[in-house]
């Protein structure tokens, strides 16, 4: 499998924008989740890469929308309304069938909040 690339993360002040993109090979599902020390990896969004099935957390809802671009190979976090709580390490990952765990991490791309 080839790993995931994500990009796009950078500093940004409450209020503002991100996108990040994850450019990957074909998947089932592509999932963004993140991170910060000393707590757990958690889900922000899923896609799937045929179909139109897309979740949000409902800590993102409204605020952040999954897309994909086939003919990029990309996916994009487009994050809006951004909130310091938004900091951390934001990864991609995928799952080749809707009962596969998720795999195949990328190696994440900072996002900082400043308030």
């Known amino acids: 499998q080839v790993q995931p690339v994500e990009s796009g993360g950078g500093l940004v002040q409450a209020g503002g924008s991100l996108r990040l993109s994850c450019v990957v090979s074909?998947?089932?599902?592509l999932g963004w989740f993140r991170q910060v020390p000393g707590k757990e990896r958690e889900f922000v969004a899923a896609?799937?890469?045929?179909?139109?099935?897309?979740y949000h957390a409902d800590s993102v809802k409204g605020r952040f929308t999954i897309s994909k671009d086939h003919a990029k190979n990309t996916v994009f976090l487009t994050m809006n309304a951004l909130k310091p709580d938004d900091t951390g390490v934001y990864y991609c990952?995928?799952?080749?069938?809707?009962?596969?765990?998720?795999?195949?991490w990328g190696q994440g791309t900072q996002v900082t909040v400043s308030s």
């Open positions: 074909d998947f089932f599902e």
């Open positions: 990952a995928t799952k080749e069938s809707q009962i596969t765990p998720w795999g195949n």
């Open positions: 896609i799937r890469w045929r179909g139109s099935p897309k």
